[in-house]
């Protein structure tokens, strides 16, 4: 099983020592490369890849050919854009994978009380953070930990094809469609795998 759950949001538009945008590497890139590294030892056991995503509803259009956000940065946008990307590389590793013994899923964990953002300079992510100090609308907005963990642990325990289903987007242990039409466009996720993989050239193993 791989899992991959890092992530975040960030402030100041930042280009890593790769030449890509903080975000959008950290986010997207990474995972995608380290699945593919690792892809015929994931195909040869049967293994499940689980993506930690978000809420997309609020994402705007992904510009396959400004991925970096090089014309337009906004930290919450490039998080928001990053997140839909999780969701539709999962639905295309599905694709091209599951008939070869691969499973993937990607989920929501919730809106969680833990550090995450704490450094972000984006005035959005501060004032959710700030609400989150508040006992009244912490308890109702925000949940624990252990809550926001439930899905992953959910998934990990299951076994696709009978607990879950594999290419499916899930919150709160269910099966349900992500509330942007970005994250069913089933061409727009290939074209995204093939764009990550055209920046990762030279990273990626040769075709066997």
């Known amino acids: 099983m791989l899992a991959n759950n890092a992530g975040g949001v960030f402030g100041t538009r930042t280009k890593t020592v790769d030449g890509f945008e903080k975000t959008f590497q950290v986010n997207h890139l990474a995972p995608y490369l380290l699945t593919r590294l690792l892809l015929d030892v994931l195909t040869a056991s049967r293994a499940s890849v689980l993506q930690t995503s978000s809420t997309v509803r609020f994402a705007k259009e ?19 854009a ?17 008939a070869d ?6 989920f929501y ?5 833990t550090n995450f ?8 992510m501060r004032t959710v953070r700030f609400l ?6 912490r308890n109702i907005l ?18 696709p094809g009978r607990d879950w289903r594999s290419g499916a987007y899930y919150y709160k242990r269910k099966d349900v469609p992500p509330e942007n039409p970005q994250a069913l466009d089933a061409d727009l996720a290939r074209r995204l795998w093939e764009r990550s993989e055209e920046l990762l050239a030279g990273r990626l193993p040769a075709p066997a």
């Open 142 to 159: 925000l949940s624990t930990p252990e809550q926001g963990a439930d899905q992953i642990v959910w998934l990990a325990e299951g076994t």
């Open 117 to 124: 953002a704490s450094d972000t300079t984006s005035a959005i």
């Open 82 to 98: 990053s997140k839909l990307e999780n969701i539709l590389f999962t639905t295309e590793l599905h694709r091209r994978h599951h």
């Open 101 to 106: 013994g691969l499973s993937a899923a990607c």
């Open 109 to 113: 964990p919730g809106n969680v009380r």
């Open 62 to 80: 992904i510009h396959l050919d400004d991925l970096d956000h090089d014309r337009a940065y906004d930290p919450v946008r490039a998080y928001g």
């Open 132 to 137: 989150g100090t508040k006992p009244v609308i």
